[in-house]
């Protein structure tokens, strides 16, 4: 959404400098021009010399503005695109996490379920911690709680971490 109102705000800039640089210049084409003298003095020669280049030097602003604000539209639209390919990265390795959860069908489940606690822990320990975590998740409490008695400290506090996080925040079983 931020994305959104930045495009907006850089596009309503650029129109803005599009439509200030003529009235700009039709401001400066209304000025009275001051009253011609007969003498050659350098001070009329001046203002008449910044009189006729102020229309240009207004135009070449407003064309600085506009080329400045297409740098800063590129530089935000080349933010936007990196923004969104670590966002589809971001879903892909979403996307990979949960296939692994649910490699833990409920077969294997039920195996680890019916093995002794200390083979159980044995084995899951040097799984790969999110497939043992989703094996874990899936068993009854008493059958985790008695595996993860049988493991090491670090590795049951690894393995309740990740089940933790995995979990909905309404107490829920996924």
Not at 99 to 127: F, N, R
Not at 130 to 136: Q, V, Y
């Amino acid at each position: 959404m931020r994305i959104v109102f930045v495009r907006l705000a850089l596009t309503t800039t650029l129109l803005t400098a599009a439509w200030l640089s003529p009235l700009m210049a039709l401001e400066q084409r209304k000025k009275p021009q001051p009253p011609a003298t007969q003498k050659d003095d350098p001070t009329d020669a001046v203002a008449k010399y910044c009189t006729n280049i102020a229309t240009t030097a207004a135009e070449q602003r407003a064309r600085a503005l506009i080329a400045r604000l297409e740098a800063l539209r590129n530089t935000v639209d080349q933010r936007i695109a990196d923004l969104e390919a670590r966002e589809a990265q971001t879903r892909a390795w979403i996307e990979k996490r949960d296939e692994s959860i649910k490699k833990a069908s409920d077969d294997v489940v039920a195996i680890y379920g019916k093995m002794k606690p200390e083979s159980a822990a044995a084995q899951l320990a040097e799984m790969e911690m999110e497939f043992a975590a989703a094996i874990l998740g899936k068993l009854n409490a008493r059958a985790a709680s008695t595996i993860l008695n049988d493991m090491s400290p670090a590795n049951a506090a690894r393995l309740t971490a990740a089940i933790a996080s995995r979990r909905p925040s309404n107490g829920n079983k996924s």
